[in-house]
């Protein structure tokens, strides 16, 4: 059984950075689509970031509207490791937030939280005003 952890998460004023971390056990990264997502008390988990690199490092990489220019996902095949950088960040960030991963065989890229089979347990992370 494998296990994603991830790890970054904490309390920051408006403005600040975060990089959050998730370091995968028992899966290869490279042959799964990685996303990040998150969720807010009384809201539904919504995506923030997926990539799909096809066994590299860079490749294709989708956002929400919301983080757009102030987040980037990455990932580090060699670590096994998904990335978020988060920068600008504002109350609204305010969630927690999961990695995630869809293995490709069998599946093709999506950006809906439904779509993705394997979870961590989240990081929680806070922006105050």
């Known amino acids: 059984q494998g296990q994603l952890v991830e790890s970054g998460g904490g309390s920051v004023q408006v403005g600040g950075s975060l990089r959050l971390s998730c370091a995968a056990s028992?899966?290869?990264?490279?042959?799964?689509?990685m996303g990040w997502f998150r969720q807010a008390p009384g809201k539904e988990r919504e995506g923030v970031a997926t990539?799909?690199?096809?066994?590299?490092?860079?490749?294709?990489?989708a956002y929400a509207d919301s983080v757009k220019g102030r987040f980037t996902i990455s990932q580090d095949n060699a670590k096994n490791t998904l990335y978020l950088q988060m920068n600008s960040l504002k109350p609204e960030d305010t969630a927690m937030y999961y990695c995630?991963?869809?293995?490709?065989?069998?599946?093709?890229?999506?950006?809906?939280?439904?779509?993705?089979?394997?979870w961590g347990q989240g990081t929680q992370v806070t922006v105050s005003s």
């Open positions: 995630a991963a869809k293995p490709y065989y069998g599946g093709s890229y999506s950006t809906s939280f439904r779509d993705y089979n394997y």
């Open positions: 028992g899966y290869t990264i490279s042959r799964y689509y």
């Open positions: 990539i799909y690199t096809r066994g590299g490092n860079t490749g294709y990489a």
